[in-house]
């Protein structure tokens, strides 16, 4: 069985604290992985903070 997210918060900068169905929770900084076109609008803040 693969864990689903089940809480996710917005923390600061690109920081989500992300909560798993397993129970497995921590922070993801996403900033390095926020490359390519595709990405571009999350590289504003206040648009990311609506993920």
């Known amino acids: 069985m693969i864990p689903k997210v ?3 918060q ?3 900068n690109y920081i989500i604290h992300l909560r798993f169905s397993d129970g497995v929770e921590g922070d993801i900084d996403l900033e390095k992985e926020l490359y390519g076109q595709i990405f571009e609008p999350l590289k504003d803040h206040e648009f990311f903070k609506q993920f």
Request: proline share 0%; hydrophobic share 35%; charged share 50%.
């Open 6 to 8: 089940v809480e996710a």
């Open 10 to 12: 917005y923390k600061k």
